[in-house]
């Protein structure tokens, strides 16, 4: 599925099983909520703290999911397409790190 599908795919389910989109700033304190459910695993299973017997259950992609559900979300309310929107980004991080991480001796070191 490219990005401009799942965009397409997500409104399409907002609008016939989700009802409605809800508002940008509901969305944007989800977004914050299911980050924080992804940071969670990360620390504890990737991380030096200890995983909870409750969270070893836990799927980082399920919640990675929900992560880009979201924000396709708020994509889509904000008119972002975010084909191009990554596109561009790619571009201008290309462009500004053409060296600089290669460059870079902390990067470098095994």
């Not at 620390?43 to 880009?68: C, F, H, I, N, T």
Request: charged share 30%; hydrophobic share 40%; glycine share 4%.
């Amino acid at each position: 599925m490219t990005i401009q599908e799942a965009q397409k795919t997500v409104d399409e389910w907002i609008k016939t099983v989700g009802v409605r989109y809800f508002n940008e700033l509901t969305n944007m304190a989800m977004l914050t909520e299911e980050v924080g459910e992804v940071a969670r695993i990360i620390a504890r299973r990737y991380g030096e703290q200890s995983e909870k017997e409750s969270d070893k259950a836990k799927d980082l992609g399920d919640e990675m999911a929900d992560v880009l559900f979201v924000l396709i979300c708020l994509a889509n309310q904000t008119g972002v397409d975010l084909t191009a929107a990554l596109q561009k980004n790619l571009d201008k991080k290309t462009k500004r790190d053409a060296t600089r991480h290669l460059e870079n001796p902390k990067l470098n070191q095994v």
